[in-house]
């Protein structure tokens, strides 16, 4: 496993808004997918907010897409947004990507905690970030659907 974090440039910007987290989402395009909002409205969102966007790739492979930044409604960092393409699912890349996820956002913003939210329906997501030590905060977002909020004590 060799995974790097990249910026989203011209050269793979359509690879990624076609990386989908679900077989049956590959011939559809829609906003939000069942368990996570599409890699378009989130590198559209971030383009608004002043949040950063991951492509996350193992080698010369496109596996994955995150994107992270500072809600200033909350006044937190979040990880707003990780998603795996269905086809790395559940070979191993959940936890390293996320850690290179909240490496980045520990280098790039020096933050002491770290939010992120998620639909409870989401169990295997919910079982990586709670492996890395996100807890629940017991609060919940209203957003497409309610979504519980986790948070990590960066030491």
């Not at 990249?6 to 395009?29: A, G, P």
């Not at 997918?33 to 193992?58: L, Q």
């Not at 490496?103 to 409870?120: A, G, Q, R, T």
Request: charged share 25%; hydrophobic share 40%.
């Amino acid at each position: 496993m060799n995974l790097q974090l990249r910026h989203v440039t011209e050269d793979n910007f359509f690879d990624i808004i076609n990386l989908k987290s679900e077989l049956k989402q590959e011939k559809e395009y829609k906003l939000f997918e069942s368990m996570v909002g599409s890699n378009a409205f989130f590198i559209a969102f971030a383009s608004v907010k002043g949040w950063i966007n991951r492509a996350i790739y193992d080698g010369d492979t496109l596996i994955g897409f995150a994107t992270h930044g500072f809600d200033k409604e909350h006044n937190r960092y979040e990880m707003v947004s990780m998603m795996l393409g269905h086809k790395f699912q559940g070979k191993g890349y959940g936890k390293p990507a996320l850690r290179a996820i909240l490496d980045d956002m520990i280098h790039e913003y020096d933050c002491k905690e770290i939010y992120l939210s998620v639909i409870p329906e989401n169990e295997s997501a919910i079982r990586v970030y709670t492996a890395l030590g996100f807890e629940p905060t017991g609060e919940i977002v209203k957003a497409f659907v309610d979504e519980h909020i986790y948070c990590l004590k960066v030491s």
